[in-house]
DNA sequence: TGAACAATTGGTTGCGCAATCATTTTATGT
DNA sequence: ACATAAAATGATTGCGCAACCAATTGTTCA
């Protein structure tokens, strides 16, 4: 068991679990480090000194002595949105068992936070970053090309990407969604959203490209809120965009699943029927959607993909650094899928 | 503008910043880390320097030679579990402004997880931990108790707190509920859980002690699974319970707001009459619990405090180490609320 | 104007570890 | 048994920074 404390408060180092084991410091060193050349009596020996003086190695003298870190960092924009802890899970589950650690930074959607938060990040030799979205600012852009460290942007589509791009085109999304909407035979067709990212706004875009193709598109009818989203946030936009349209409205495209339940409380509220009256389609197919009354429509994304895949891709770039021989892609797709439930017709 | 690839591609340091703003190393250590005792001009011209060369500076170098590393760890069961977003969020609102930051590791409900991530973040001298519940393996209570960094024990109310200890009792918030669902004339009284990790049996021992106290306590009503929970494992276990208990059952305690969600949306299926002939109480107080049909009763519980207090009682630690005159409590009672609303009586 | 002192700046050293190369030990083959 | 190769182990050094104490500069007041 662990004494460490005995030696008058001294941080115990390799070379105390040499002197204990009777070999050299590098000798422990390669045991701590699992190295093969150690003949299994020498390895022992150590492990039991190790075990005996309950050592931890000093991971910032290794870090300084071999400039690397094991050490990823992970820059999302919210820690509310539960959309990201499915993809911090991906990004753990390949990351931790890989004997990674996990540098997590909350961005506030803030590009200046985001900046800073790289340049901390920058300051501790990761070897891998996946950042949200593109819209980095020069300085952080500029950081990161000088740093050479993989660099994964992940969630939307990128257009020029710092290095790799792992995601999905949320105008192609937003879209499919107005099709649908429009296959089914809606026409005076809404938009809700809150918070307005980048990736919001695409799916906005590529929602009012499909109407305004159909000649169906009225902005009227575009209700947003730069605040962050939400259950409630959803029923109280949606009494927006009635009294704003006068009730001129059949269905409603929300970007995010939280706000169309919102919308689905309150159009019961108000008697309207859904889907026949009324047809609203969400996003991101939380597990609530599915039993919500009635079933949401909704797009399903792979979150947890978005972040496994962001891991594996970083260490295919740490492993085969200079290969170029088999390039890495440098755009992902994670794609979508729509899930049509009970809410539209 | 950062332009530090040109030359050889070595990393830039205190020393290059020193030679281009003619000053000495430390110096320039003296702007990086704002200390007051520079002249402004001085000042201004290594900060010039920093900014032209694009120089950051190296943190395993500073904590190795300062042993300060302004890291926070953090050990939670589970990314899935949208209780911890509310904690982190705490967590992070307060250890972000001061400059700390947090290294935040997913123990999956295993205290051998736990124990290898606590040998790993000790490595790294973190200047606190937060942990999880009371559940440490011997070898890594030592461990935490040799190193001298401030531990807080969150979520749960701990028996011997190992340092700190930040949450409420859950034997007291299941009683509560048992006894809420008593006073509302409900007698053939339920529990399913899901998970059932430590703090989630000190719901269920607290909820079957008064229970019993009552006269009502029948163990063939306590449904659990030690899978994690969602919607549809709480309507999974409904179904159970209405199986093994032929019907004979007139309310439950579901020991998170997502299992109650979906045994509301099941006994709807069922044609339970909810709340006159089957009274349902969640736990957690999720955004959703007030949007379901009939919205949720529920125990509310302050996760971001949690999250906050425990940040905050750890400056206080690392502020005062040795304050002896005003010394920290060390359990602090986040508290919880019942919340009732139409799924009960 | 010049002590006397305070405020600022600099030089040296070591934090704990791994890279590098040198040395010793062990295995292999004849 | 001996040479040779191969494997295991060790000694030295530097990673980049801040602590510590010394040297310098600036400031204040008589």
């Given at each position: 068991m662990a004494n460490n404390d005995s030696h008058s408060g001294k941080r115990l180092t390799l070379k105390d679990v040499?002197?204990?084991?009777?070999?050299?410091?590098?000798?422990?060193?390669?045991?701590?480090?699992?190295?093969?050349?150690?003949?299994?009596?020498?390895?022992?020996?150590?492990?039991?000194?190790?075990?005996e003086l309950g050592y931890i190695p000093n991971r910032s003298a290794s870090v300084l002595a071999s400039s690397k870190s094991k050490l990823i960092g992970v820059l999302i924009p919210s820690l509310?949105?539960?959309?990201?802890?499915?993809?911090?899970?991906?990004?753990?589950d390949i990351a931790t068992p890989?004997?990674?650690?996990?540098?997590?930074?909350?961005?506030?959607?803030?590009?200046a936070e985001e900046e800073r938060a790289i340049r901390t990040l920058l300051g501790q030799s990761p070897e891998g970053l996946i950042i949200t979205g593109g819209e980095q600012t020069t300085a952080a852009k500029a950081m990161l090309q000088a740093s050479a460290v993989p660099v994964v942007q992940i969630m939307g589509e990128v257009d020029?990407?710092?290095?790799?791009?792992?995601?999905?085109?949320?105008?192609d999304a937003g879209a499919a969604v107005a099709q649908l909407l429009l296959d089914k035979s809606y026409s005076k067709i809404g938009f809700i959203g809150a918070r307005m990212d980048r990736r919001t706004c695409e799916r906005l875009a590529g929602f009012e490209h499909v109407l305004s193709a159909a000649n169906s598109l009225d902005k009227t009818r575009v209700i947003t809120t730069p605040e962050p989203s939400s259950v409630s946030k959803g029923a109280l936009l949606f009494r927006?965009?009635?009294?704003i349209t006068k009730g001129d409205c059949d269905a409603v495209f929300c970007c995010n699943d939280d706000l169309a339940l919102g919308v689905l409380h309150e159009s019961k509220k108000m008697q309207l029927k859904v889907p026949e009256k009324f047809g609203i389609c969400g996003f991101n197919d939380i597990e609530m959607a599915a039993y919500a009354e009635p079933a949401l429509s909704t797009v399903r994304v792979n979150r947890y993909?978005?972040?496994?895949?962001?891991?594996?891709?970083i260490f295919e770039k740490?492993?085969?650094?200079?290969?170029?021989?088999t390039p890495i892609a440098n755009y992902i797709n994670t794609g979508f899928e729509l899930v049509t439930r009970k809410s539209t017709r």
């Open positions: 040499a002197a204990k084991a009777d070999v050299s410091p590098i000798t422990v060193s390669r045991v701590v480090n699992g190295y093969d050349g150690v003949r299994a009596n020498v390895r022992e020996k150590v492990e039991a000194a190790i075990a509310s949105n539960v959309v990201f802890n499915d993809v911090l899970r991906g990004i753990y890989a004997n990674y650690q996990v540098l997590l930074f909350n961005t506030h959607y803030s590009a020029n990407p710092i290095d790799i791009n792992v995601g999905f085109s949320h105008f927006e965009l009635m009294t993909n978005m972040g496994s895949k962001a891991m594996e891709v740490i492993t085969s650094p200079g290969d170029k021989t």
